[in-house]
């Protein structure tokens, strides 16, 4: 996804942060629809490049019962009182953006939305390591049936 994603900004760097797994020297499983996780990851690193000034960093972890994606920047980050409101279908947090600059404001929607399916959680918060924004997907290794 790094290769993939890395050509819409040159002046960006994205990379593969912390990658960490409970089961050393085992395959890495998670249970999850591979296309709608990929979507959910893909439109976090397209809305993290768009405001980061330098970096994009993504990083899992899967321990034995849970998954987790983080995907931080060093952009401006997401003021406290907007965390909860970004992920409202056609939420923007800065009004010079505009459809033509890109975005119609339905991508972290989208991203709840699909990581909801997966019976998980889509948060924000700061950056720890490069002082934007960091935001996360947890979601059980193991799904239950419906």
Not at 11 to 22: A, F, I, M, N, P
Not at 46 to 69: F, G, K, P
Not at 94 to 117: E, F, K, Q
């Amino acid at each position: 996804m790094i290769a993939e994603l890395a050509p819409l900004r040159a002046d960006v760097r994205v990379s593969r942060g912390e990658c960490l797994t409970s089961e050393e020297g085992e395959a890495a499983w998670v249970e999850a629809e591979p296309r709608y996780l990929h979507r959910a990851v893909q439109n976090l690193v397209s809305n993290a490049m768009r405001h980061a000034e330098n970096e994009v960093r993504i990083s899992y972890r899967l321990e034995a019962q849970q998954c987790r994606i983080d995907v931080d920047d060093d952009g401006p980050g997401v003021p406290e009182e907007a965390w909860e409101q970004i992920f409202t279908p056609f939420m923007r947090i800065d009004d010079s953006r505009t459809r033509a600059s890109g975005g119609h404001g339905l991508g972290l929607s989208i991203v709840r939305r699909i990581i909801h399916w997966h019976e998980g959680r889509a948060l924000i918060g700061h950056s720890g390591s490069l002082g934007g924004a960091c935001f996360s997907l947890s979601w059980p290794r193991t799904q239950v049936p419906r």
